[in-house]
């Protein structure tokens, strides 16, 4: 295994960052990170983080925290690193070259613009929130984060698009996406049945009180996020089955088209930038409502209601419903043009 250290060390609410541009040989050739490196035998993790600290930055630590212990997973079958996490804010002495990279004083509301791993932005937010103590672990194939797993717990990752939907090739953590308002993806299937005269109902969901957005309001009947790798049409059949219980087949869904959304607010205290481009499914099996097996964390409640009461409410911009206008627009120009087939 690779025991390794890393430190941001702070002043005047920067970081002391390092370009990595000097070797040639370099897996962190062009980015931007803290200053540290690999265990000499012998060595405890502070005195690796004080000697690295010395050796590429001329200054010596005399205030240091360890904020984390992140284990980095490499595959196909590289040797797991764990690397001990630190925060300096005192030393003493002067700033010298460093044979490694470029050192260069960061306003910290600037560092998440960097060139950076997708895994270093997930342990730079935490810092910044002033998490306690944590284990992040980190799981990359070649250069690409694939999963991450805050204190045993898998956090969700995004893979952030384009506007035409496909992919940049940068994977962030749902908070990260959510703060900065990055594109993801997103699938939303709206279950509804036909009435008489062209009228139908469309099945809304009431969202738990516990999400991070939204909470307790009225909302597709079901929709949720691409995790990094996933494609549009998976997702909108896991979703269903794991807040809905209804194991569909994928001709069970119309597509109706794709939706770019987005909207700004702030829940429990912290901004939400919600930037997504989605895809549009109707489903219209009959389906039996006391049977349905609710995700408990995710849905409160379902309920049928009349598309025109849907419309009304949002165009009202009732604070309770969490849709779009053009989006049900889009819903109701489908049923209208599929209504001589049914």
Partial sequence: ??????CYIEADD????LHRIKKKQDINKGKWIGVGGHFEPGESPEECILRETREETGLTLTGWQFRGLVTFVNTPGDQSEYMCLYTADRFDGELTDCQEGVLKWIPKSEVMSLPLWDGDRIFLRLLADGQPFFSLKLCYEQDQLREAFLDGKRLELFDIRRPDGSCTGEVKERTLAHLDGSLHGTAHIWIVRRLAAGKFEVLLQKRSTNKDA??????TSSAGHLSAGQDFEEAALREQEEE??????????AFVGYHHGYCEDTFYGKPFRNREISTVYVYEKPLDTDSLQLQEAEVESVCWMPFEEVLNHVKAADPLYCMYEDELAMVLSYMEETSSEK
């Fill in 214 to 219: 939204h909470p307790g309001c009225f909302d």
């Fill in 244 to 253: 809905l219980g209804i194991s569909a087949q994928a001709t069970d869904l």
């Fill in 1 to 6: 295994m690779k025991l390794t250290t890393l």
């Fill in 14 to 17: 920067c970081f002391l960052m």
